[in-house]
């Protein structure tokens, strides 16, 4: 159980297109999901917090326009990465928690997708 | 905010010998530390984790201890194996949200 994944893993684009990134929870449903960026031989950055239903929220320093959030379902959220640019090259990775039985996310645990190898030329 | 440090950066270590990694944090409303282990260009795969309800954790060769009083935590690998090799990130979260705050993580090389 609790399995995240993503889609695309790999994707190679020119400078100036958009490319959107898909993060599902397969089996269980998420209120919460979290998009991190990852420098090589670096730590995960959190990006921003998505949240279904509502607006992201993003980290100091995150550009909201250069990197779109949406929270469609409880299993669904994507990036959209606009207009990028060499130095958006990175490695993204999503990660959900599982929506206590309750209704109320009381779990800590983060389950991460394989992450998307965005190569931007 | 949380800032949590990790150290050391790099370690080196004989199969069969211990390695022990060392992180601090600095809010004391942390209450949920958890360990992941992420092999080259793979996802970060949960290994272990602990709450501040626990001092000590272990799950076979895996253990992690906590002391809430110094604001530290630390995992330690028994007997390693060359599957071990990999990096090695710490965290930590506040119970009411789910944000966590990782440490730059420890890259492990475990040399047969």
């Known amino acids: 159980g609790a399995v995240v994944s993503q889609h695309p893993s790999r994707v190679i684009c020119k400078s100036g297109t958009s490319v959107k990134i898909e993060c599902r929870s397969l089996?269980?449903?998420?209120?919460?999901m979290f998009w991190y960026r990852q420098f090589p031989k670096k730590s995960l950055m959190l990006m921003a917090t998505?949240?279904?239903?509502?607006?992201?929220?993003?980290e100091q320093g995150v550009e909201k326009d250069k990197f779109l959030i949406n929270h469609a379902s409880l299993t669904l959220s994507t990036l959209t990465v606009t207009s990028a640019h060499p130095e958006d090259s990175s490695f993204y990775i999503c990660?959900?928690?599982?929506?206590?039985?309750?209704?109320?996310?009381?779990?800590?645990?983060?389950?991460f997708g394989p992450g998307t190898r965005l190569t931007v030329l | 905010g949380e800032n949590v440090e990790q150290h050391p950066s790099t370690l080196s270590v004989q199969e069969g010998d211990s390695a022990v990694i060392k992180c601090t944090y600095s809010?004391?409303?942390?209450?949920?530390f958890p360990w992941y282990k992420q092999e080259l260009g793979k996802r970060p795969q949960l290994i272990i984790d602990?709450?501040?309800?626990?001092g000590e954790k272990k799950d076979q060769r895996i253990a992690v201890t906590l002391n809430k009083t110094a604001k530290h935590f630390s995992l330690h690998i028994t007997e390693t194996q060359p599957e071990d090799s990999a990096v090695y990130f710490c965290?930590?979260?506040?119970?009411?949200?789910?944000?966590?705050?990782f440490g730059k993580g420890t890259m492990l090389l475990v040399s047969p």
């Open positions: 990660s959900a928690s599982p929506l206590a039985p309750s209704g109320t996310s009381t779990y800590n645990e983060q389950f």
């Open positions: 089996d269980f449903q998420a209120t919460t």
């Open positions: 998505s949240n279904e239903g509502s607006k992201a929220t993003y």
């Open positions: 809010d004391s409303a942390s209450n949920y």
């Open positions: 602990i709450r501040s309800n626990v």
């Open positions: 965290a930590a979260s506040i119970d009411r949200g789910s944000t966590l705050t």
